[in-house]
């Protein structure tokens, strides 16, 4: 979607739609499955856990981050990674919502 289509739909929209982008990929899943498996980590645990080179986990880390899905802390020469708890707090209340509106309807 190009930016200047993103203004005509609201903050809430556009807000689970960075987010649903940033895990429309399977490493960027198997990022977070690692990050709540561990609870937290350094970006060199991933990497010696995903079949990934390390520029490419650490763009992907960028992504999430820019999402809000995690935050990272500087520890010494090394940045520890965790799960940002708001961000799957507002995914669940919207995909809540969708589920309970969707058990409610009777179509087709």
């Known amino acids: 979607m190009g930016a200047t289509k993103t203004e005509h739909f609201t ?3 556009n807000q689970i739609a960075t987010i649903a982008k940033a895990l429309g990929h399977p490493a960027r899943v198997a990022i977070i499955d690692y990050l709540l ?3 937290a980590c350094i970006c060199s645990d991933i990497v010696t856990e995903l079949p990934l080179a390390q520029p490419t986990i650490s763009q992907h880390l960028k992504e999430l981050k820019s999402a809000g899905l995690i935050k990272g802390n500087i520890e010494g020469n090394a940045i520890c990674y965790c799960i940002d708890e708001k961000t ?6 919207y ?3 969708i589920i309970s509106t969707t058990t409610k309807q009777k179509c087709c």
């Open 95 to 97: 995909f809540s919502n």
């Open 37 to 39: 498996k561990v609870n």
């Open 11 to 13: 903050d809430k929209q």
């Open 88 to 93: 799957f707090d507002i995914l669940k209340h």
